[in-house]
């Protein structure tokens, strides 16, 4: 059984409303959007049909007033005839043919009625299925957010990971001890010639540019003096 049995029933529906109380709404939604859409191709089936039959109503009722008219002619004729009788006896059936016309007449008023109807429920009909799409992308695109966010967090909480960076410390740690033993048998070691030039230089270099700096300070103070 459908969500919906009537058109009016879907209408009128509030859809907010149905999915508030929705165990799983995303299946309610798929199967108000379902139903909306068989509904439609009924709604519109039925509105072709009832067209049709409206303009087969109006050719019979054309015809009925055409004869109407015919029966009229014959009276006329029949009781300048001086057919009395047979006047009498076109007017009845003119009168049948009315009472025919008006039966028609009705059955269209009541028709069109109907087609006015349908069509206002069909505009609805289509505005609450866009509404039901419109929900139902919303909430398609939650729940890819929603199990996007679930994968994140297990990742960041799952156990396998924190046992990786734990190794991952032990490791460093490891590093840590072997560069340290290095650097212990480099303690005490006798430096060698190339190092001992190295530093050399450097010395070397830091005792020349301090020279610099002093002779620039020594001919900077002369200057003041002269002044």
């Known amino acids: 059984m459908g969500v919906f049995s009537r058109l009016a029933d879907i209408v009128n529906s509030n859809i907010n409303s149905i999915l508030d109380r929705a165990e799983d709404p995303e299946k309610i939604v798929r199967l ?3 139903e909306m859409e068989e509904t439609l191709v009924e709604v519109r089936a039925t509105a072709a049909r009832s067209i049709a039959e409206k303009k087969d ?3 019979q009722l054309k015809r009925c007033r055409n004869a109407q008219s015919g029966w009229q002619d014959k009276a006329e004729l029949a009781m300048r005839k ?10 009845i059936e003119k009168a049948k043919l009315s009472e025919a016309a008006q039966a028609m007449e009705e059955d269209l008023a009541a ?5 006015g109807q ?5 505009g609805k009909l289509e505005a609450k299925l866009q509404e039901a799409k419109t929900r139902q992308k919303a909430m398609q695109a939650r729940q890819e957010t929603a199990n996007n966010r679930l994968r994140t967090r297990r990742a960041i909480y799952d156990r396998r990971v924190e046992d990786a960076l734990m190794r991952f410390e ?7 001890r072997t560069e340290s033993v290095i650097e212990a048998y480099e303690m005490g070691r006798p430096k060698s010639t190339a190092e001992q030039l190295a530093e050399l230089e450097a010395d070397a270099a ?5 020279a610099a700096l002093k002779a620039r300070l ?4 002369a200057s003041g003096e002269r002044a």
């Open 170 to 176: 032990s490791v460093e740690r490891r590093i840590d």
């Open 206 to 210: 830091i005792e020349d540019e301090l």
């Open 57 to 59: 109503i109006e050719r």
């Open 82 to 91: 001086g057919r009395e009788d047979l006047a009498k006896a076109a007017l």
């Open 111 to 115: 028709l069109e009625a109907a087609l």
């Open 118 to 122: 349908g069509e206002a429920d069909i």
């Open 218 to 221: 020594h001919n900077s103070t």
């Open 32 to 34: 108000i959007i379902q």
